[in-house]
Structures are given as structure tokens and as C-alpha cells.
């Protein structure tokens, strides 16, 4: 199956994700392949699954980066893989509940904290892995960083404790959500797709204005995540405008007035 095919055949593919067959490209299981002899693949997968994904692969060829990508001066690679992943992947997929403590700078643990693991993040700015998790003591969702923790155990929880839960945390999360709307220039609309991709990790809804021949793109993004929006729209220049959004919209003027400052003009009050 080529990746148009994979992409375009969405009848096929409901089908056998019905089944649980997954379907991969030939670039796909060339890039797991290469994937594979990382020395985390041995921590981040079992021996069992480590061995049939190999055999799986025998007929593959690795995926060839030498000659094409040159490396320099990379940052060191401090945590590909945490010993945490494993156990807290399977007590977010059966929805358990998990007792762990804060580290101390000096190894030691802190007092015990009770939660429900929600999702695993990798910050790729950070390199690091975060567990997104909801405290019941505090009824707070929280970020924490995985070499902060210790986890001491899991445990099951009841259906009602896990509906409401998750009930709550989609609550929270609604409530943090922002929205702006940014509108390409209609000279730069031959770009769109550079810009959409831009914004591919948002939620958004794109509207045509065929008398203003203009698109708008309706973004949804939680709070946190303004300083990452806003440096996208920097990263765009003048392809783009905000309409709506007033707090970014106030930021990008603020960036503006700062940058006309720096080199002497004159910006009104």
C-alpha cells in the first residue's frame, strides 16, 4: 500500500481498524527498522515485542540516513525513554489509579500523592517526558516532569470514580481553552497549506470569503499554549493578521512597539 493510497482509502482503513489491523508503508517500516536499533528500543519495548517486531522487519530495509542528514553541534540527548513510561502507559490504558511521590534533590521522597494518570507528553523543546495527571487531594490537574517522580504503586478504581474523574479534567481542560482567529492576506493565500501546516497540532476551522478573498483560521489552544502560538505567528510575518483573540493581539502589538523602540522610531502611546 503506497501513502496515497493509506491516505485516500478511508473505507478500507475503518475497516480493518475495526479488526485491529494497522496498515504500514514501506517508508513506515523502513523508519521503525532504523527506530529499532536505538539502544532505548530495548528499555521502551519488551523482549517479546522487541523480538516480533524484528522478525516482522527481516525483510525490510533500515532506513538510510547516512549522506542525507549531517548532524552538528546537537544538543545532548538526556531521555529518550523513562523507566516510568511502561507502567504508567498501562495504568492510563486501564484507567487505574496510581499512589507516587515527589524526588527531593537528594533521592529522597516526598509525602505520597494519589491521582489519576491522564496522558504522556515529550516536551521537544525540553527533551523530556511530562505525565499529565489529575490530584485528588487538591482536584487539580497538574504537569510533572517524569525524573520528578517516584511511582510506588497502582490500583484499580471504580467505574464511577473514573466517569467523573474524567469528567472533571475534561472540564479543566475546557476551561483553559483560548481562541483567536487569524486571517491570511489575500497575497498570500497561494501559502496556505505552509501555513495551516504551521498550526497542524491545534485544533481549527478554516472559513473562505470569496468577495474578500481571504481565509480565516479559527484556532483552539489551551492557555499554556499561547507563547507557542504566538511565536508560529512571528514565525509567519506578515502572511497573516489577528482578528480576534485579544490577548494576542495585544502581545503582537507589544512585540511591535518594542521592536520600532529598539531601533529609534517613533511609536504612539
Known amino acids: 500500500m503506497n501513502p496515497f493510497e493509506k491516505i485516500f482509502n478511508y473505507q478500507l482503513l475503518a475497516r480493518l481498524q475495526d479488526s485491529g489491523t494497522f496498515l504500514a508503508t514501506a517508508h513506515e517500516r523502513s523508519w521503525l527498522k532504523l527506530m529499532l536499533t536505538h539502544p532505548s528500543a530495548a528499555e521502551a519495548f519488551s523482549a517479546v515485542t522487541l523480538a516480533k517486531l524484528t522478525t516482522l ?5 533500515a532506513l538510510d540516513l547516512h549522506g542525507h542528514f549531517v548532524q552538528k553541534a546537537g544538543s545532548l540527548e538526556a531521555q529518550v525513554y523513562h523507566p516510568l513510561l ?25 509525602a505520597e500523592q494519589s491521582g489519576f494518570p491522564y496522558r504522556l507528553e515529550y516536551s521537544m523543546v525540553k527533551r523530556e517526558w ?14 510533572t516532569r517524569l525524573r520528578k517522580l517516584k511511582l510506588l504503586s ?10 467523573s474523574t474524567l469528567a472533571e479534567i475534561g472540564r479543566l481542560l475546557e476551561s483553559r481553552k483560548r481562541s483567536a482567529v487569524i486571517t491570511v492576506l489575500p497575497e498570500y ?14 485544533e481549527k476551522e478554516v472559513a473562505y470569503d470569496p468577495e474578500l478573498q481571504t481565509y480565516s483560521i479559527t484556532l483552539t489552544f ?3 499554549e499561547s507563547e507557542y502560538v504566538l511565536s508560529k505567528l512571528r514565525f509567519l510575518g506578515k502572511r497573516v493578521r489577528v482578528t480576534e483573540g485579544g490577548y494576542l493581539i495585544g502581545r503582537m502589538r507589544e512585540s511591535s512597539l518594542k521592536a520600532l523602540r529598539q531601533y529609534g522610531m517613533n511609536t504612539p502611546d
Request: hydrophobic fraction near 40%; charged fraction near 20%.
Open 130 to 143: 511530562y505525565l499529565l495527571w489529575y490530584n485528588f487531594r487538591t482536584r487539580a490537574y497538574v504537569s
Open 57 to 61: 522487519l527481516q525483510q525490510d530495509e
Open 222 to 224: 489551551l492557555g499554556n
Open 154 to 163: 497502582t490500583e484499580p478504581l471504580t467505574a464511577e470514580l473514573v466517569a
Open 86 to 110: 511502561r507502567p504508567l502507559r498501562r495504568a492510563i490504558w486501564h484507567k487505574q489509579g496510581i499512589t507516587m511521590c515527589f524526588l527531593h534533590k537528594d533521592g529522597s521522597c516526598g
Open 189 to 202: 493565500n497561494k501559502e496556505l497549506s505552509r501555513i495551516l501546516y504551521a498550526f497542524s497540532c491545534f
